[in-house]
């Protein structure tokens, strides 16, 4: 990036941060997420270090937070001295390569202090960085006198009252093996539990009010109200991390002596002795923070000898000796680079965000789904903007916000293409309704969700392709993956997945880096798949609104009714004899998924096609039909989350083994919601329809 171009990032970025935060700590509005707003300032902090000559008194980076509220009466920052002790925060890493970059910052500026005589050897005390309200509390002669939030670092908002209805905050230190000095002073996190996030949640929505997004924000926005009674109510939790002392050694110690007054301590903190311990710390919490009964985003790593922490000082806002090391955050922000566009298996143009590399939820992300023509318009994205993108779980990343205010005038509206970018065809864009107009070829390939732009040429070779993709992926054909596929289609050995199976080992051995074993393991792998169980061929064949399960009805519904669907033909000549209004008898098949089935048997070039893999000698094999006394016969499931001792494959197996059905949607007729770990929207669907739930532990006895 050039220096002219970094500097008008900068610009950008400090008065947004700096937006967001007078609306997050004066306002205690929530503009964006804290995760974004991390990234935004991790942004910001990587561009000012490259450039260091941009750096500005008044920058983000150099200050703390923002200004008290005037409800509350202003106390200054001071330590056990009474001397002026500014309460920092601590820049963030989200990576080894940013911790291994921050010690090396650290021991460059602690031997230039001491050039010949300097010996870094740190250990490092490791802590979970809750995700609460930062408070300074202060004693004397062992009585609670004051409590205080940070404020601007130097001046906070004196919440002594509200402070001291926390019971987990002492009004009286405790005596032990070290005296009680005459003042002491500590900083800490008064935080939420999860279960008393809910059961806040859970009354709010009873009395018909607002509930809260997260636990952080409820506990910041307890201890700032104006009656301490409300703040009771709470039941809000608090952990000591520091302690102002000079005669203290080191930082575990300070934890000690904290823990020996009575005041508690995260009991999770330990002393390390190299980087590779921190990292490996980190990733412990990261995979195990879902045990704990509140909310952490990262730990915090502390030079654990406190003479070399105070020799380090301060940069800007946060201390030298100190980093948040984040875990990987579910949502950042990056910014979109160009939008390409995909052509589907049914013909859909799908408009893809390709963007700078940013981690999300563990993953680097380059490439988030736009959807269609009228998501972008909702966005109001423009390429060459800064976006938030997120990702939950096994969700694929998604683009959910644009940040209007860093656009720097050079962003290009895009515009959906009017020919396939594969084959020039003509694109309509067809929806719900769009169906008379429809060109007959085009029909059974139709999606009705929505309004969307489609190649309506048939013989479109990205269209064919991402057909012959799903089918292969399918069928479980894992010897052949996209790349041989292309490499078949170009070499001219394939026009469809039918001539797969007729595919001799000499016809593939004869393509350059084709060798006899490569190419006799791919045909025996092909021939091996030539039997497959109805339902999956079903789904392998990509009809429109035909997923898994509607595959797996289907096929039920032809073992009660024929035993003789064993070949493509014969399942073609069965399903081409049901009505529309036959097919709208099968559970959870509308007028709309019947219509789309009936159109695609309709089609004569998938007739051609079944009749094309039955010469090749494909099979399938009839479903079996479900006793009428399975154990889930009749129940509809709907999976969410992430479950530990199964993935969701196996959990719908053996939820269909036992007779039950998945849906992919929460309604009234779902009989269960399986919620593992991190549930989505369906879980709070479920909830207000009021759906059962089962945990994990439950949904494995009921099977």
């Excluded at 809260?212 to 409820?218: C, F, G, L, Q, S």
């Excluded at 000591?240 to 000690?256: F, I």
């Excluded at 990343?397 to 020039?424: H, I, S, W, Y």
Aim: proline share 4%; aromatic share 8%.
């Amino acid at each position: 990036m050039q220096a002219s171009e970094a500097k008008k990032r900068i610009e950008k970025l400090r008065g947004e941060i700096d937006r967001y935060r007078y609306a997050y700590h004066v306002l205690s509005q929530s503009l964006i997420s804290d995760e974004a707003l991390d990234s935004l300032k991790k942004e910001l902090f990587d561009l000012e270090q490259e450039f260091p000559q941009f750096i500005t008194s008044d920058s983000p980076t150099q200050r703390v937070e923002g200004k008290p509220a005037a409800a509350f009466k202003k106390v200054a920052h001071r330590d056990a001295s009474g001397r002026e002790a500014r309460m920092n925060s601590l820049n963030d890493a989200f990576s080894e390569e940013d911790i291994h970059a921050w010690y090396e910052r650290l021991s460059r500026y602690l031997i230039s202090l001491q050039p010949t005589t300097y010996n870094l050897q740190p250990t490092f005390y490791c802590d979970l960085k809750m995700d609460g309200l930062a408070v300074e509390l202060t004693y004397e002669k062992g009585r609670l006198v004051r409590g205080s939030t940070r404020g601007d670092g130097l001046v906070g908002e004196d919440v002594t009252q509200n402070l001291r209805t926390v019971d987990a905050i002492p009004l009286r230190l405790r005596e032990g093996q070290y005296p009680i000095p005459h003042t002491l002073v500590c900083r800490g996190e008064v935080f939420l539990t999860k279960k008393e996030f809910a059961r806040i949640n859970e009354e709010q929505a009873g009395k018909g009010g607002k509930t809260y997004a997260n636990p952080r924000n409820v506990a910041a926005g307890s201890i700032r109200q104006l009656d301490p009674q409300i703040t009771a109510s709470r039941r809000l939790q608090f952990y000591g991390y520091a302690l102002l002392d000079e005669n203290v050694r080191t930082h575990a110690e300070e934890y000690e002596r904290l823990k020996e007054h009575g005041i508690p301590v995260n009991p999770h903190g330990k002393v390390v002795r190299s980087l590779e311990e921190v990292a490996e710390f980190q990733r412990y919490w990261n995979e195990h923070r879902e045990r704990l009964d509140y909310e952490i985003d990262g730990v915090v790593v502390t030079v654990n000898e406190s003479a070399m922490f105070r020799q380090a000082g301060v940069i800007g806002k946060a201390p030298r000796g100190a980093v948040a090391y984040k875990f990987s955050p579910r949502e950042a922000t990056t910014v979109v680079e160009q939008v390409r566009v995909q052509v589907g298996r049914t013909g859909k143009l799908t408009p893809v965000a390709v963007m700078q590399p940013v981690s999300v939820g563990g993953t680097t992300v380059t490439h988030a789904t736009l959807h269609n023509a009228d998501e972008i318009g909702r966005l109001g994205l423009k390429v060459g903007d800064t976006v938030i993108v997120s990702r939950a779980g096994d969700v694929i990343p998604q683009v959910t916000k644009v940040l209007t205010e860093l656009r720097t005038g050079k962003e290009k509206k895009f515009k959906m293409p009017a020919r396939c970018p594969e084959c020039d065809g003509l694109v309509r864009r067809l929806g719900v309704g769009a169906k008379a107009g429809m060109p007959k070829h085009l029909k059974g390939d139709f999606l009705s969700e929505g309004v969307n732009e489609y190649c309506t040429n048939p013989q479109c070779p990205a269209k064919n392709f991402r057909a012959m993709q799903h089918f292969v992926n399918v069928m479980e054909i894992y010897t052949v993956g996209p790349k041989i596929l292309t490499r078949f289609k170009d070499e001219g050995l394939i026009s469809d997945v039918a001539d797969l199976f007729a595919l001799r080992p000499e016809d593939i051995q004869s393509l350059e880096r084709f060798g006899e074993k490569s190419a006799e393991n791919i045909v025996r792998s092909i021939q091996s798949r030539k039997r497959v169980p109805l339902a999956r061929f079903i789904y392998a064949l990509g009809i429109p609104q035909v997923g898994e399960e509607t595959a797996l009805v289907i096929a039920r519904d032809l073992a009660k009714q024929s035993s003789g669907v064993r070949s493509p033909a014969a399942f073609f000549a069965v399903m081409r004899t049901l009505s529309t209004e036959d097919l709208q008898e099968l559970p959870d098949v509308g007028p709309k998924v019947a219509k789309e089935i009936q159109d695609w048997f309709g089609a004569g070039y998938n007739r051609r096609f079944l009749e094309k893999l039955d010469r090749a000698g494909v099979e399938t094999e009839p479903q079996k039909a479900l006793a009428s006394n399975a154990k889930l016969a009749g129940k509809t499931f709907v999976l969410t989350g992430t479950l530990g001792s199964m993935s969701r494959e196996e959990a719908k197996e053996r939820i269909r083994g036992l007779g039950g059905e998945i849906s992919e949607s929460v309604s009234k007729k779902t009989d269960y919601v399986v919620a593992g770990a991190e549930p989505g929207s369906k879980y709070e669907k479920a909830k207000k329809l009021g759906v059962a739930i089962l945990d994990e532990g439950a949904f494995r006895k009921l099977l």
